[in-house]
């Protein structure tokens, strides 16, 4: 790797599926003069360029700000969500992480929970489910009072900032050998739970989440550690720690 | 859809598996004390293993162990049953970013299947096996130091053996730290020194049992 813009050459493996349905498969592209100061997607949009002065179709896949906050941009890059560089999003991602000659597999997410729409494409609703089952408040919080009315202590300040970070991409489920939701469910909660208006709610809102990551048929943690090292914000394992917790307090408490 | 309770849910059904997990690796412990006795001596361990099996509330112990080892069974079985089908299609590549995963928590069920045949085997070898007499001060008692030497004199068994507590070691060495997770105890400071004490833990099962079993080769 230079700090010198260089033009790569690329043999790309990756997945098609023309509906949920298809049963898909790999195709491979090469890829000529991709400046290793454009980012993966510009490198996707430049093929899908090609492929459509040649009349095929063009690779389908998500993407939004491609500033690293919506979460949009899933998909697996040579084995590993988000690609090989840590705290980034696809988008994030710059083509200077990579060689020229190189081969690079691009895959959907793989989860029950996320069944794939379209090549890249994945139905990623089952986390819209989950945030509705209680990933809010309802309680009547009343007019706004005086910020120094109600104390938060620094460290659930920060711990709660910390969860609300989650973009909501799905690369903990992606990257978790279970495919389990457990860390991205956990960070829902966890930036309600640890403030004063989320508290009152947290054991039932820990209760309602659990049962609906349940149905939709994710999987179940086994402290593996492969979501928060995959994770593009951070989101560490206290969260689930804190979700197990609450869990068990609903549970106990009947809520 | 089958009500959503403590005991069906992922949660319940992982703490269940950690609490039972957690009783057994007291069990291990237990276990290597006794069986350290046969440092001691034959006398030591014969006696001792006849004061266990002497006193009533030997039932009652069992009883707990049997109900912790199913439970602990049934509980895993079903959360990488669902974890399996959950995961769907596999990847073509997937590359490990070598902080999650290790040897010993992605070979969990491969390791607790090693450990259901080897204490149904050990049970039938020792606790249902050769019935040999001795008498310790002026007491009969079953000689159990005679059959755990004659064991241990065939090199193929004591390899078994210690492949057997690798395995254990591996799979408690994971164990024990995921279980204070699953039951909510993580902290910032604690959580890397509960997972060293628990990799030391798994090695330190692994190497004792182990070496008792080749203590035993060499004695004949």
Redesign the interface.
């Known amino acids: 790797m230079s700090n010198v813009e260089q033009m790569l050459t690329l043999n790309l493996?990756i997945?098609r599926q023309d509906d949920r349905n298809d049963k898909g498969r790999?195709v491979d592209y090469k890829l000529e003069e991709v400046s290793t100061d454009s980012s993966f997607l510009e490198m996707i949009d430049m093929l899908n360029d090609e492929l459509v002065k040649e009349g095929k179709d063009p690779v389908s896949f998500d993407h939004d700000c491609r500033e690293g906050i919506c979460g949009s941009c899933a998909m697996?890059v040579?084995?590993?969500a988000h690609g090989?560089n840590a705290l980034t999003t696809t988008c994030q991602l710059h083509m200077r992480s990579f060689s020229d000659g190189d081969t690079i597999?691009i895959?959907p997410w793989?989860?029950?929970?996320f069944p794939v729409l379209k090549d890249l494409r994945t139905d990623r609703s089952a986390f819209d489910k989950i945030i509705a089952a209680g990933g809010f408040i309802s309680v009547n919080t009343g007019n706004a009072q005086d910020a120094n009315n109600l104390p938060v202590n620094k460290e659930n300040a920060d711990r709660a900032m910390d969860a609300a970070s989650c973009i909501g991409c799905g690369a903990c489920v992606a990257?978790c050998?279970?495919?389990?939701a457990?860390l991205f469910t956990a960070a829902k909660m966890s930036q309600l739970a640890l403030l004063p208006q989320g508290e009152v709610e947290a054991a039932e809102r820990a209760s309602n989440m659990?049962?609906e990551?349940?149905?939709l048929?994710?999987?179940?943690?086994?402290?593996?550690?492969?979501?928060?090292?995959?994770c593009p914000k951070g989101i560490d394992?206290?969260n689930?720690?804190?979700?197990?917790?609450e869990?068990?307090k609903s549970?106990v408490s009947g809520k | 859809?089958p009500s959503?309770?403590?005991f069906t849910?992922?949660?319940?059904?992982?703490?269940i598996t950690a609490i039972t997990g957690l009783g057994l690796v007291g069990f291990t412990a237990a276990h290597l004390a006794g069986n350290l006795l046969i440092l001691v001596g034959a006398d030591a361990f014969n006696a001792y293993g006849h004061g266990l099996i002497s006193n009533p509330l030997i039932y009652v112990a069992e009883a707990i162990l049997l109900a912790m080892f199913v439970t602990h069974i049934v509980m895993a079985a079903l959360?990488t049953i669902?974890?399996t089908?959950?995961?769907?299609?596999?990847?073509?590549?997937?590359?490990?970013?070598?902080?999650?995963?290790?040897i010993a928590?992605?070979t969990?069920p491969y390791t607790g299947i090693i450990m259901l045949v080897f204490i149904i085997l050990h049970l039938i070898n020792f606790k249902y096996g050769a019935h040999y007499e001795t008498t310790v001060d002026g007491v009969v008692m079953r000689d159990l130091f005679k059959l755990v030497v004659e064991y241990f004199s065939n090199p193929l068994y004591v390899a078994w053996y210690v492949f057997a507590m690798i395995a254990l070691g591996l799979h408690v060495g994971?164990g024990l730290?995921?279980s204070l997770?699953?039951?909510?105890?993580?902290?910032?400071s604690y959580t890397p020194k509960v997972k060293m004490i628990s990799v030391a833990y798994g090695v330190l099962v692994a190497i004792g049992y182990s070496g008792l079993a080749v203590y035993c080769y060499f004695l004949n």
């Not at chain 1, 050998?177 to 389990?180: G, L, T, Y």
Request: net charge positive; with cysteine.
């Open positions: 493996k997945w790999f697996m040579n084995g590993q090989p597999v895959e793989r989860s029950r929970a990257a050998p279970n495919a389990s457990m659990v049962r990551m349940d149905e048929g994710f999987g179940n943690c086994t402290n593996h550690a492969e979501c928060e090292a995959a394992l206290r689930i720690a804190h979700m197990n917790r869990f068990l549970k | 859809m959503h309770n403590y849910s992922s949660i319940g059904k992982k703490q959360v669902q974890n089908a959950a995961r769907g299609k596999r990847y073509y590549i997937k590359n490990r970013s070598g902080h999650g995963e290790t928590s992605m969990m994971h730290q995921s997770q699953t039951w909510g105890l993580n902290h910032p």
